[in-house]
């Protein structure tokens, strides 16, 4: 599948009007280099915000970009703020309902909207949207909002490596880790799997498969529970 053309109707991000969701508002400076972002959100108790919410894009000009919807725009405030309806609250960069990277390495960078806690073991998941150069906006990448919404959080990015990483786990003792090279035009590549097997509370057998030259290398290696816990450290 084509992460770069392969898309919903580019309607989904109907620019809406500030007030159409939400009661509470947030406002997130520098969310990225290029971004700042404002966040509408239905509803709010203590300090975890849920529902329907939108997600105003801006540039530091403050022009407007693209306004994105999620059915449950989960956020959790700042320790100690009073969530007020009708007053814009700032937020840091790392509030996590708005991710912003370039998660296909084409130079440009994408945006990740929380929507829910559809993950492994009730995770968070996320709507990922590329930017695509030709309409010039963001749209939604089925591929990508599949993985970002399957594991225990979004995707981890390696830049320097060019691989999307993500984890899983199974039971108290197994976990997975699933490396994910992006091909130009053709999409998502499964590379490398690792599992953990800590079944065993002495050792963790760990199995890992690596795709070289389009074989799949299987290894398994077995580790003193305590040397394999303290390496990782």
Known sequence: ??????????????????LCFGQYRFEVKNVSKSYDAVIQIENCYDDRCGG????????????????????????YA???????????IPLSGDQRAVIID??????????A?????????????YDVYVFNK??????????LTELGSNGLDIFDVDAKRKRLISYGKSGCCDIFTIEYA???????????????????EDQVKVITKEKINN?????????PADQYNRNKK
């Open 78 to 88: 700042g320790q100690g703020q009073k969530l007020l309806q009708g007053k814009l």
């Open 52 to 75: 329907k919410g939108t997600v105003e894009l801006f540039d530091h000009k403050n022009s407007k970009v693209q306004t994105f919807v999620s059915d449950d725009l989960v956020l």
């Open 134 to 143: 030709t309409r010039m906006g963001f749209v939604k990448s089925e591929e």
């Open 102 to 111: 370039d998660f296909n390495f084409d130079g440009t960078e994408d945006i």
């Open 215 to 223: 074989k799949w290398i299987t290894k398994t290696k077995v580790y």
């Open 113 to 125: 909207i929380r929507n829910g806690n559809m993950g492994n073991y009730s995770g968070a998941s």
């Open 1 to 18: 599948m084509n992460i770069l053309n392969k898309y919903k109707d580019f309607s989904v991000f109907l620019l809406l009007g500030p």
């Open 182 to 200: 992006v091909i130009p035009n053709k999409g998502l590549e499964k590379v490398f799997e690792k599992e953990e097997d800590m079944t065993n």
